[in-house]
């Protein structure tokens, strides 16, 4: 077990810069995830901590000692790839015995450390079937398994459920993370799919175009995103984020949008701080608005029913406000029908307003 | 009379009998769904129906013509599949265009045939460009263009979204159903992917293996399941189920669940059939699990925190109920630790009872 430490980490490939400057510590004993879209550099960082790519400039580190020059075997880590590599022709017991056979372990201690990890990620009861006649989640877990049974230092898994069914991409989630926790390993994870980065991870690092855009639990990215990216990108379904123009009225501060005019005045301090000009994009998740078949009091918005969604024991209604959607997610017996008028409400505590110029949270 | 009638068909490949004595009826205007795993017979469903490949028995009948004989071309249905196929030599125009120069109409009216349909799915600014300069799902725009361009009488599209990514996946599914509604074109939808099925469709029917389980409304397949498999294959996260011995006294009835006991004197109508002693199954959905710190109740069944899953606006539970995993939807903020005690109340108008031999819903 081991801390994990980038310091001014920069990669490029010809003129691409695919990763610039990244600062990133990872506790003993953490499960982060590097997330983002395709060709934000996150793979690029996985590949540079396993040593399998060289970095231009800075350092890593694991445990305290910088590996820039070191080999991948050298370094003490496992990595799991979205194409888990299995030994056809050997049994689930002998791919797992494997690694351990070629650091010339003692055969008994092989068998018991064989066996724990199976019972661990339960597959114990295959050890013994033709490892290529499993399915592809028993497949993963083999994978998983050969990584684990090396105790290595830092485990580096790079998009591991990608190629699971849905159903079983939920159960693996579960099984990791926990057992994550329980041998207390320190992971790093990559991932686009930011339902992964959420349910599993301790701390998640947004990345885009090599560039790290906030690091934190899941619970701030989600409700205190730092920038528009992260805000649109965390979170489904996805943030409404809509342009809007601030403007101050007799003495009280506005959004408006849409012919729609909200009250920010409680913001007043805030955004006269943060903001580099009036043109800002208002966020509001679907969860914070609230859908009324009745026109009430304050900071409600006409909008027609587009599109009803039905996802369980929930609803989400699109509705049409001007030009633009708003989008809320309703409890499932809410009687809402297309092309009907409903009234919404922005949860006012849980609005955001992002520069449109910076593209930064002011709210 | 039906839009589409499947009367009994069959089809083999080789030994394999992929499609089983199917009958089903689709209605005009309606969005239809063939929802099942791989392997369940949609895409020769589909095939079968676009004329791409004929059955072996049974009738399949458009508007109140027997289409069996006729070829693809004239039965006026257009198909779309997963990955979708466009000239990458031709511009946006021109695919959406091909369908109807074939149909010798004169250059002025498939102007305005193509305009018309850019303007419905959002792609007039992309006519000039090539294909190759599109995002996936703009690609995938065209290709349904260029199927609904011809008007066709009955829309097929097999697994349309799987090919993008889970953001354009949600964007595009309510695109798809505000596009059919608006053309109210009969469309049948094949798909894995359940919550594509619960979100876009009006009726589903939900297949295995060749065979048909369920055909009925999204809210009674989610509401109502026949069987096991249809309640633990729609719906997120995967209802939960416990194994459990029906025990009947004098003027109450129990389940035994080894760790727990609950009594089922509530649903004794519909438990009067079954005999005392018999395994049954149990379902609850995830949303229908209350937790409670403190258990008031009589009827109190304890778990452990196994893992906690932050989704954003809410975090699902799952908890170690004697050897079981259940899981639950909590709100999020939460005070719920990794191997926590807690008491759990399942609510009673939200439970399920299935045989456990034939795997059919007793209620």
Known sequence: MARVLLENLTKRFGKLEAVKGLDLEIKDGEFVCLLGPSGCGKTTTLRMIAGLEKQDEGNVYIGDKVVNGLPPPERDIAMVFQFYAIYPGMTVFDNLAFPLKQRRVPKPEIVKKVKETARMLRIDNILNKDAMSLTAGEKQRIALGRAFVRNPQVFLLDEPLTNLDAGLRAIMRVELKRLQKEIGQTTIYVTHDQLEGMTMADRIAVMKDGVLQQYDTPDILFNKPNNLFVAGFVGSPTMNLLGCTYVEERGRGKVIFDSCSLDVDKYRDVISKGKTGNEMILGIRPTDVIILKEKGKDNLIEGKVDVVELIGDEIIVDAGVGEDIVRAVAPRRFPVKVDEKVWLRFDMDRVHLFDKQTERAIV | ?363
Not at chain 2, 191 to 199: I, K, M, R, V
């Open chain 2, 1 to 363: 009379m039906p839009k589409i009638l499947l009367d009994g068909i069959s089809k083999k490949y080789g030994k394999a009998l992929v499609v089983n004595n199917l009958t089903l009826e689709i209605h005009d205007g309606e969005f239809a769904c063939l929802l099942g795993p791989p392997g369940a017979g949609k895409t020769t469903i589909l095939r079968m129906i676009a004329g791409l490949v004929s059955q072996d028995k049974g009738n399949i009948y458009i508007g109140d013509k027997v289409v069996n004989d006729l070829p693809p071309a004239q039965r006026d249905v257009a198909m779309v599949f997963q990955t979708f196929a466009l000239y990458p030599h031709l511009t946006v125009f021109e695919n959406i265009a091909s369908p109807l120069r074939k149909k010798n109409l004169s250059d002025s009216k498939i102007k305005r045939k193509v305009e018309e349909v850019a303007e419905v799915l959002g792609i007039t600014h992309l006519l000039q460009k090539a294909p190759g300069l599109l995002s996936g799902g703009e690609r995938q725009r065209v290709a349904i263009g260029r199927s609904i361009a011809k008007e066709p009488n009955v829309l097929l599209l097999d697994e349309p979204l799987s090919n993008l990514d889970a953001k354009l996946r949600i964007h595009m599914r309510a695109e798809l159903k505000k596009l059919q509604r608006r053309l109210g074109i009969t469309t049948v939808l094949g798909t894995p992917d359940e919550l594509e099925a619960l979100t876009m469709s009006d009726r589903i029917a939900v297949m295995r293996n060749g065979e048909l389980i369920q055909h009925d409304s999204t809210e009674n397949i989610y509401d109502h399941p026949k069987n096991l498999f249809v309640a633990k294959f729609v719906g997120s996260p995967p209802m939960n189920t416990l194994k459990f011995t029906l025990e009947k006294e004098k003027d109450r009835m129990l389940g035994k669940f080894g760790t727990f006991d609950l009594d089922l004197t509530k649903f004794q109508d519909r438990l009067q059939k079954i005999e005392s002693g018999t395994e049954l199954i149990f379902g609850i959905r995830a949303p229908d699990i209350a937790l409670q710190p403190e258990g008031k109740d009589r009827q109190r069944i304890e778990a452990t925190v196994y893992t906690i899953e932050p989704m954003g606006a809410e975090t699902v539970v799952a908890l170690k109920l004697g050897d079981t995993i259940v899981k639950t939807k909590v709100p999020s903020p939460h005070k719920i630790d990794i191997d926590q005690k807690v008491r759990l109340a399942f609510d009673e108008d939200a439970v399920h009872v299935f045989d456990t031999k034939t795997e059919d819903a007793v209620f």
